[in-house]
């Protein structure tokens, strides 16, 4: 196998470890340090000449995240890389993903425009908030499902009398992906956004009476969709009502709402974004060994196709 390298930014460096040992590497040596105005400067340690580079750095709160991943990979094609994958387990910006009124950016194509100019030449996401973010980015972009890990442990509660809801009409087709693998019934939440970070649920499609319920979305913000559709759920009848979602963003008071809420009895979260939390309600599924696949068929030209299969 000729060479290939992993290298970490600092917003994730225990997933990037992790990722790693997963492909028996070490993460290669980078320097990364602020100047005392916060600017980022960005050091290779070793020589990345000829090789097929992967960058791991999720991009979650500050926007430094971001910007030191440019960096990252302005720094690995200064130093004549062959090839730069940037590995964004966590995409941010991907919410404003359309001019849904006037005078308003479209920062999930800024970002793609700024990595590309940056110089990735190919990059690997996980649950992109729309997987139409792909036809942003005019160089491959490789598109992970949490699910395949996710929808593992879910196997593993044996929840009988199942349904899961989609919090939203964006969600169903991720929803009903899991409702065909773990042979359950499918509910759609009708949610309205009054303002930002403000989640309204108008009506529940679907039984959910008596029945055991996973939420699945792509991600927990402040946590009021995620708690209001709860809620909302355990008044229509619902039993036992779990979250299933990829990115644990947990602005705000998320986690006090999660903690909180008797409607909530379990969170199951990723960890594209490092837990910067404490819930005795919240699992943590690691995408490690997920994210190491998808490197090493990248890295081999391989099919990757089949980490894809769960959300056909
Ligand atoms: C919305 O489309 C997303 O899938 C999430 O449901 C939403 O962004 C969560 O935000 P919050 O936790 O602030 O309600």
């Given at each position: 196998?000729?060479?290939?390298?992993?290298?970490?930014?600092?917003?994730?460096?225990?997933?990037?470890?992790?990722?790693?040992?997963?492909?028996?590497?070490?993460?290669?040596?980078?320097?990364?340090?602020?100047?005392?105005?916060?600017?980022?400067?960005?050091?290779?340690?070793?020589?990345?000449?000829?090789?097929?580079?992967?960058?791991?750095?999720?991009?979650?709160?500050?926007?430094?995240?971001?910007?030191?991943?440019?960096?990252?990979?302005?720094?690995?094609?200064?130093?004549?890389?062959?090839r730069i994958t940037a590995v964004i387990p966590y995409f941010s910006y991907a919410r404003q993903d359309r001019k849904d009124q006037p005078r308003v950016s479209i920062t999930a194509k800024l970002v793609a425009n700024l990595l590309t100019e940056a110089g990735a030449d190919r990059v690997i996401a996980m649950d992109?908030?729309?997987?139409?973010?792909?036809?942003?980015?005019?160089?491959?972009?490789?598109?992970?499902?949490?699910?395949?890990?996710?929808?593992?442990?879910?196997?593993?509660?044996?929840?009988?009398?199942?349904?899961?809801?989609?919090?939203?009409?964006?969600?169903?087709?991720?929803?009903?992906?899991?409702?065909?693998?773990?042979?359950?019934?499918?509910?759609?939440?009708?949610?309205?956004?009054?303002?930002?970070?403000?989640?309204?649920?108008?009506?529940?499609?679907?039984?959910?009476?008596?029945?055991?319920?996973?939420?699945?979305?792509?991600?927990?913000?402040?946590?009021?969709?995620?708690?209001?559709?709860?809620?909302?759920?355990?008044?229509?009848?619902?039993?036992?009502?779990?979250?299933?979602?990829?990115?644990?963003?947990?602005?705000?008071?998320?986690?006090?709402?999660?903690?909180?809420?008797?409607?909530?009895?379990?969170?199951?979260?990723?960890?594209?974004?490092?837990?910067?939390?404490?819930?005795?309600?919240?699992?943590?599924?690691?995408?490690?060994?997920?994210?190491?696949?998808?490197?090493?068929?990248?890295?081999?030209?391989?099919?990757?196709?089949?980490?894809?299969?769960?959300?056909?």
């Amino acid at each position: 196998m000729s060479e290939f390298k992993i290298v970490s930014g600092r917003s994730n460096r225990p997933l990037a470890e992790k990722v790693a040992t997963a492909l028996g590497l070490s993460l290669s040596g980078v320097k990364i340090q602020n100047f005392s105005d916060g600017e980022i400067w960005v050091k290779y340690e070793e020589n990345v000449r000829g090789v097929d580079l992967f960058i791991v750095q999720s991009t979650h709160a500050p926007s430094d995240n971001l910007m030191e991943l440019l960096i990252l990979i302005d720094a690995a094609r200064r130093a004549s890389a062959k090839r730069i994958t940037a590995v964004i387990p966590y995409f941010s910006y991907a919410r404003q993903d359309r001019k849904d009124q006037p005078r308003v950016s479209i920062t999930a194509k800024l970002v793609a425009n700024l990595l590309t100019e940056a110089g990735a030449d190919r990059v690997i996401a996980m649950d992109l908030h729309t997987p139409q973010i792909q036809g942003f980015f005019d160089i491959p972009l490789d598109h992970l499902y949490a699910s395949t890990a996710l929808v593992k442990r879910m196997h593993l509660e044996n929840l009988d009398r199942l349904a899961i809801a989609s919090p939203d009409v964006g969600g169903v087709k991720t929803a009903r992906a899991y409702a065909t693998r773990l042979d359950a019934d499918l509910v759609v939440v009708d949610k309205r956004r009054p303002a930002h970070n403000v989640a309204e649920v108008m009506h529940i499609i679907g039984e959910v009476n008596n029945k055991n319920v996973i939420i699945v979305d792509d991600l927990i913000d402040t946590g009021s969709t995620f708690v209001k559709c709860a809620e909302a759920l355990k008044n229509k009848g619902a039993d036992r009502i779990i979250g299933v979602c990829t990115h644990a963003v947990f602005s705000g008071a998320a986690i006090e709402k999660i903690n909180k809420s008797d409607a909530v009895s379990k969170v199951f979260v990723t960890d594209t974004i490092p837990p910067h939390w404490d819930s005795p309600k919240i699992e943590i599924i690691s995408i490690a060994e997920l994210l190491a696949e998808a490197i090493v068929r990248t890295h081999e030209n391989a099919s990757i196709s089949s980490l894809f299969e769960i959300v056909r």
